[in-house]
């Protein structure tokens, strides 16, 4: 028991230091958000019971908003912590959970690394492309091709991540992808990702990074 929650503790050692590290007003962040949320329960409690009550109610719920602000900047830092790096994005998607999402990274690959992956799910095949737009859309055509003669009847979407005017960043990524329509049922999902395995991918020649991503989003996940 003692051990678990030396590893708890040590988890949220590790990811508040990160964290600091792109947010370095944290501590005041969190602290303002408990003592605002505290403030919040405290005041009609106090006047319309006790103080007592008021106390025992505000301190629970100062914590859990600075528990909640707190995963949420974690996260957020530990997307820009890989933001740019290629793979980035296919590492992110791999740690969503309930998503039933199955990537394949790197399928297509430039001089430039930039990087198309391809993930299949409910709405059907989207392509993620990762670096600048100019870049990235003949990658995206050249592979929509390919895809398309393969699943004939499958819907296929783009997806641009990146920093450039009409790009969707990392930490937006999951609420786009939720966005879209759902076409395909699991047996259907399954039947596409085998007929897709036959096109192969750049994988080895571009690996997803190893960053703090996944390993964060799973700790941030477990602390809440």
């Known amino acids: 028991m003692f051990g678990r929650i030396r590893s708890t503790l040590s988890s949220i050692a590790q990811n508040w230091v990160m964290t600091q590290q792109v947010y370095r007003l944290l501590p005041l962040e969190v602290a303002g958000i408990a003592l605002a949320a505290g403030v919040i329960v405290f005041v009609p409690i ?47 998607i791999e740690s969503w959970r309930g998503g039933n999402w199955l990537v394949t990274p790197a399928v297509a690959v430039n001089k430039s690394q930039d990087v198309v ?28 091709k390919k895809t398309a003669r393969w699943l004939p ?23 786009a992808m939720n966005k879209l329509p759902r076409n395909l049922r ?18 080895n020649a571009m690996p997803v990074p190893k960053g703090p991503m996944p390993t964060s989003a799973r700790q941030i996940r477990r602390q809440r």
């Open 153 to 175: 009847d499958v819907p296929i979407y783009d997806m641009q991540v990146g920093t450039d005017e009409g790009q969707i960043t990392l930490d937006k990524l999951q609420r």
């Open 46 to 92: 106090y006047l319309w019971l006790n103080m007592l009550t008021a106390i025992i109610l505000a301190i629970p719920v100062a914590l859990l908003a600075a528990t909640f602000w707190f995963s949420r900047r974690a996260m957020k830092a530990a997307y820009k912590q890989i933001e740019g790096k290629p793979g980035a994005a296919a590492a992110v």
């Open 117 to 144: 992956s391809r993930v299949v799910g409910k709405p059907g095949v989207i392509l993620v492309s990762e670096g600048p737009s100019n870049r990235v859309v003949p990658l995206l055509a050249t592979e929509r």
């Open 186 to 203: 699991g047996g259907e999902i399954t039947e596409v990702r085998r007929r897709l395995d036959a096109l192969g991918n750049a994988a």
